[in-house]
Nanobody, 123 residues
Framework: HVQLVESGGGSVQAGGSLRLSCTASGYTLPLYMAWFRRIPGQGREGVAAIGGDGSTNYLEDVQGRFIISRENGKNIVTLEMNALKPEDTATYYC??????????????????WGQGTQVTVSS
């Protein structure tokens, strides 16, 4: 049974940076892992994903600002968020699955989810 524990998040002014981390336990082989976010009143939106081979996929709006990375050989994934904007304010969720075709940004591709961590960007 895979469990996801998120850390990081918080409050920052526009233009600042934050780092989110997600540690997956309960599975030794590389997982497909991703970060999603939910703005109140909206559905979850895929932000960045990484495959077991290190391949990545990004939401167009965060391309060039956010970087997803994995610690070598581990199911520990970090999301570096730079040049943050007020519209990045959301609850961010870590997600994981054993198999997907590609590092997917589609919510239904992931079975395991973290509890979420709040990111607030003020103008």
């Amino acid at each position: 049974h895979v469990q996801l524990v998120e850390s990081g998040g918080g409050s920052v002014q526009a233009g600042g940076s934050l780092r989110l981390s997600c540690t997956a336990s309960g599975y030794t082989l590389p997982l497909y892992m991703a970060w999603f976010r939910r703005i109140p009143g909206q559905g979850r939106e895929g932000v960045a994903a990484i495959g077991g081979d290190g391949s990545t996929n990004y939401l167009e709006d965060v391309q060039g600002r956010f970087i997803i990375s994995r610690e070598n050989g581990k199911n520990i994934v970090t999301l570096e968020m730079n040049a943050l904007k007020p519209e990045d304010t959301a609850t961010y969720y870590c997600a994981a699955d054993l198999v997907t075709d590609v590092p997917s940004l589609v919510e239904t591709q992931y079975y395991y989810w973290g509890q979420g961590t709040q990111v607030t960007v003020s103008s």
